[in-house]
């Protein structure tokens, strides 16, 4: 009887910690949670699987929340010795459809558009640049 206790006892311990981890994982801040609204339009990500990947992303931003752009390139993902560009552009009539990994990244007429840009550098270091085309 005294086993069936101890059985019931870390069976119970075993079903909470999981329950706990479920749901840790599920509250995980992310880009909703942001107050601006951010729009992902355009995305490029290389093929190359086994060096440095590089992400480049053009994004709508309602407003030049510079505090929320740092936290929004925050959030995107990143791989170990790759690099993330994050450019955000106000006006929607006037935003890259499609980037490149190289630079330019995206045609010249846009660059005047462009009020931000995130970067993650292959060693984790981030950095924004405000109007980086000026």
Request: some cysteine; charged content about 20%.
């Amino acid at each position: 009887m005294q086993a069936k206790k101890v059985y019931y006892l870390i069976a119970g311990i075993v079903v909470g910690l999981v329950i706990y981890m479920i749901a840790d994982t599920l509250m995980q801040p992310g880009v909703a949670d942001l107050r601006g609204d951010y729009r992902e339009i355009a995305f490029f990500r290389n093929e190359n699987n086994t060096g440095p990947v590089i992400r480049v992303y053009a994004v709508f931003a309602a407003d030049t929340l510079w505090d929320e752009f740092q936290q929004y390139g925050d959030f995107m993902p990143h791989t170990k010795y790759g690099n993330t560009k994050v450019f955000f552009f106000l006006d929607q009539d006037h935003i890259p459809n499609q980037v490149s990994g190289n630079s330019p990244y995206f045609p010249a007429e846009f660059e005047s558009y462009c009020v931000g840009m995130y970067e993650k550098s292959a060693m984790g270091q981030t950095k924004l640049l405000r109007y980086p085309f000026r």
